[in-house]
């Protein structure tokens, strides 16, 4: 796990105890924060906080080996400093979620992908 990332489960599950399929939602979030804080590092721009966060819905109500996923929802909670670094943070975002991040690419071959996005300028 990159130390400038952490991950938390809703649930207070630990990533050692994800089954393959949560696994997989893990890397795409992984892929995604790493594609986003790259395209950052070009800008010169910073970020208070990022909470991104993956929901996967399966095609069946437990996971049992026929389940696959029907629908992923992206959720970014971005907070920076000024009104240009949020500017570049929405296109990095924008960037990463629909053209950099493979993995986003790859679910998005399995199952539709929406997203919800909030970028605050706090000063």
Do not use: W
């Not at 489960?9 to 997989?24: H, Q, V």
């Not at 795409?28 to 996967?56: F, P, W, Y």
């Not at 907070?79 to 986003?104: F, P, W």
């Not at 929406?114 to 000063?123: D, H, L, M, R, Y």
Request: glycine share 4%; charged share 20%; aromatic share 4%.
């Amino acid at each position: 796990m990159n130390p400038d990332h952490s991950f938390s489960m809703s649930d207070g599950r630990s990533l050692e105890s994800l089954n393959p399929k949560e696994m997989l939602l893990y890397a795409s979030l992984d892929c995604l924060a790493h594609t986003i804080t790259g395209l950052l590092k070009e800008r010169i721009s910073t970020v208070k906080s990022m909470e991104l966060s993956l929901e996967g819905r399966l095609s069946t109500p437990t996971v049992v080996a026929e389940s696959t996923y029907a629908h992923f929802n992206v959720v970014y909670n971005i907070e920076c400093h000024t009104l240009k670094e949020q500017l570049d943070i929405s296109r990095a975002v924008n960037l990463a979620h629909n053209k950099y991040c493979g993995m986003l690419q790859m679910l998005r071959k399995i199952a539709p992908l929406s997203e919800e996005t909030s970028i605050v300028a706090t000063e």
